[in-house]
């Protein structure tokens, strides 16, 4: 089992910066790739970023590409999501996900088996 709880939303205007942090706890972190997702009202969750059991290979969405930057801290037992240029399309409830693979499978939601209970980003105009 795995426990995620998500730290770092809150609200900001259009251009700032957020860090999204993920705290994990139960299996060891380091065997287990993990993910970031959004989900805006009346829209489908949608995948954002994924990152490796090692943080080596990492995955961006197109719209985030260049803008967001996925990390892990293995040590800390922590994923990371910088969220910079940020704009108001990307107002969303953010999730942390675990795989149950130390290599990303995939990007969408059901290749991810562990949840967090999600972070509010608001991004005003």
């Known amino acids: 089992q795995v426990q995620l709880v998500e730290s770092g939303g809150g609200l900001v205007q259009a251009g700032g910066s957020l860090r999204l942090s993920c705290a994990a706890s139960?299996?060891?972190?380091?065997?287990?790739?993990m993910g970031w997702f959004r989900q805006a009202p009346g829209k489908e969750r949608e995948f954002v970023a994924a990152?490796?059991?090692?943080?080596?290979?990492?995955y961006y969405a197109d719209s985030m590409k260049g803008r967001f930057t996925i990390s892990r801290d293995n040590a800390k037992n922590t994923v990371y999501l910088q969220m910079n240029s940020l704009k108001p399309e990307d107002t969303a409830v953010y999730y942390c996900?675990?795989?149950?693979?130390?290599?990303?499978?995939?990007?969408?939601?059901?290749?991810?088996?562990?949840w967090g209970q999600g972070t509010q980003v608001t991004v005003s105009s």
């Open positions: 139960g299996r060891t972190f380091s065997s287990y790739a």
């Open positions: 990152i490796s059991w090692s943080g080596g290979t990492t």
């Open positions: 996900a675990a795989d149950s693979e130390r290599w990303v499978r995939g990007t969408a939601p059901n290749d991810y088996t562990y």
